[in-house]
């Protein structure tokens, strides 16, 4: 079956590079179609989506945050991770990563159909 | 980037009752929206995909309708499991984006 699993650290400093990691099993972004996205809530806040990446390695962010979040992926691990540079206490957050599949008969990218259980990071000094 | 707007913000709505929550566009996203309901300290789960399609295993009091601007999740009969927030999505073009939320409360 298909899991997903968040891990990074729990408390970053201002200023600081953040690295999350997602470790997933039931699928391999080697195969054609499978994509990883990276969500992120603030506490008691909406869903934020933050970046994607597919089989061909395209990567897509979000406008707000692309200057400093990076997302790349390590087939051989089945992990995706996502940098987060200079961070702020406004980014403390449950970061999330989620599957979705691309599909090829013109139909695009499908809706997160399966998430991870999300890490919680606070900034702080 | 692709606004999504949701109404109302909060709900409060007995077991057995019929509930509407609404999502709009800023563009057009044809059908490309999905809705996932969010219970306190757990991660999302997937309810209706391509604005209309359940999900498997998603009990059948769920439904999803809508396409272009306007969109819709109905619960047919409210049950006590379904108090939680709900967030429509749109995946009609990157940047991805959510909808602000809709809680549903017990009244």
């Known amino acids: 079956q298909v899991t997903l699993r968040e891990s990074g650290p729990a408390l970053v400093k201002p200023t600081q590079t953040l690295t999350l990691t997602c470790t997933f099993s039931g699928f391999s972004l080697i195969t054609s179609g499978m994509c990883v996205s990276w969500i992120r809530q603030p506490p008691g806040k909406a869903l934020e989506w933050l970046a994607l990446?597919?089989?061909?390695?395209?990567?897509y962010y979000s406008t707000s945050l692309k200057t400093r979040l990076t997302i790349s992926k390590d087939t051989s691990k089945n992990q995706v991770v996502l940098t987060l540079t200079n961070m702020d206490p406004v980014d403390t957050a449950t970061y999330y990563c989620?599957?979705?599949?691309?599909?090829?008969?013109?139909?695009?990218?499908?809706?997160?159909?399966?998430w991870g259980q999300g890490t919680l990071v606070t900034v702080s000094s | 980037d692709i606004q999504m707007t949701q109404s109302p913000s909060t709900l409060s709505a007995s077991v057995g009752d019929r509930v509407t929550i609404t999502c709009r566009a800023s563009?057009?996203?044809?059908?490309?929206l999905a809705w996932y309901q969010q219970k306190p300290g757990k991660a999302p789960k997937l309810l209706i995909y391509k604005a209309s399609s359940l999900e498997s295993g998603v009990p059948s009091r769920f439904s999803g309708s809508g396409s272009g601007t306007e969109f819709t999740l109905t619960i047919s009969s409210l049950q006590p499991d379904d108090f939680a927030t709900y967030y429509c999505q749109q995946y009609n073009s990157s940047p991805w984006t959510f909808g602000q939320g809709t809680k549903v409360e017990i009244k």
């Open positions: 989620a599957r979705l599949t691309y599909y090829f008969d013109s139909s695009g990218y499908s809706a997160l159909d399966y």
């Open positions: 990446i597919d089989w061909a390695d395209d990567k």
């Open positions: 563009q057009r996203i044809s059908s490309w």
